[in-house]
């Protein structure tokens, strides 16, 4: 027995003798029946509509995360030297969070959950605790990216605007 399937979604299968196209009644639309063949042109247009819009999602995002991630990375960097510097007891905080998942050792960078958490509840500098939303922001925005998700223009434009103002 052949059925036609596409996203999940039976498109199309072939009826017994005096059977009707009943697999497509849940779903409004025409059916067109052919020989022993039903077909629900709503559930084609709609299938190929979400496997087109998947397939345009992940091309958005294969390019976000070509170009954001390395920009993160940086900035990720550029945070951790920057506590090293402003604050004494960041490399010994960043040393003991990070040596539970294997980083630590002395390494200057830390993971952003970590360096979010420091700017939170360790840091009393007040220059340094309103980088918190900010590091918050890139957090979620890399774990989208990590998570395949693509990212809207705000935090595609967020990122690059704090790539940018680092570099200066």
């Given at each position: ?20 196209s009943?697999f ?45 991630l ?14 090293t ?70 935090g ?13």
């Amino acid at each position: 027995m052949l059925i036609l399937e596409l996203g999940g979604r039976r498109l199309a299968g072939p009826l017994t003798a005096g059977q009707t196209s009943d697999f497509c009644a849940d779903t409004p639309g025409v059916s067109i029946v052919l020989g022993s063949w039903a077909l629900n042109l709503d559930r084609v247009q709609a299938s190929l509509e979400e496997l087109a819009r998947q397939a345009v999602d992940h091309r958005v995002w294969r390019g976000q995360a070509a170009v954001l991630l390395p920009m993160i990375d940086q900035i990720r960097i550029a945070l951790s030297e920057l506590l090293t510097r402003r604050d004494p007891s960041w490399p010994e905080y960043r040393d003991k969070r990070e040596a539970r998942f294997g980083g630590g050792d002395g390494k200057t960078a830390a993971e952003l959950w970590t360096i979010e958490s420091f700017l939170e509840d360790h840091t009393f500098d007040p220059g340094l605790r309103r980088l918190g939303p900010t590091v918050e922001a890139i957090r979620l925005i890399r774990n989208s990216l990590a998570h395949y998700r693509p990212v809207e223009w705000a935090g595609f434009e967020k990122v690059c605007k704090i790539y940018t103002s680092m570099r200066r």
